[in-house]
């Protein structure tokens, strides 16, 4: 019904920068939440940053606060991801998400989910 594709995910050096692209296709609808969740080896998915259809709204893992940030272009029906100050832990897949109504912190709260892009940051 949604299809979501992710982009934008490469290697990059610590403390560098990298936007991450998230562009939403098929049965598209007004007030959908986007989310951004990671995934690195061995652990759980996160969640790493929400944002509401109108784009008042958002929020952050406290690990990613001050150095990341959602945005959205409904025009475009793409979500961004703006990564400043990276650093070795931020390395994981990425994936984006979406959800009608309000913005979610958990992955069980969203209903479509793009198949990752991988941000690799060395040290």
């Known amino acids: 019904q949604v299809q979501l594709v992710e982009s934008g995910g490469r290697l990059v050096q610590a403390g560098g920068s990298l936007r991450l692209s998230c562009a939403a296709s098929g049965r598209t609808f007004s007030n959908s939440a986007m989310g951004w969740f990671r995934q690195a080896p061995g652990k759980e998915r996160e969640f790493v940053a929400a944002i509401s259809w109108g784009g008042g709204t958002t929020y952050y893992a406290d690990s990613v606060k001050g150095r990341f940030t959602i945005s959205r272009d409904n025009a475009k029906n793409t979500v961004y991801l703006q990564m400043n100050s990276l650093k070795p832990e931020d390395t994981a897949v990425y994936y984006c998400?979406?959800?009608?109504?309000?913005?979610?912190?958990?992955?069980?709260?969203?209903?479509?989910w793009g198949q990752g892009t991988q941000v690799t940051v060395s040290s």
């Open positions: 998400a979406t959800r009608w109504g309000l913005p979610g912190l958990l992955p069980k709260e969203y209903d479509y």
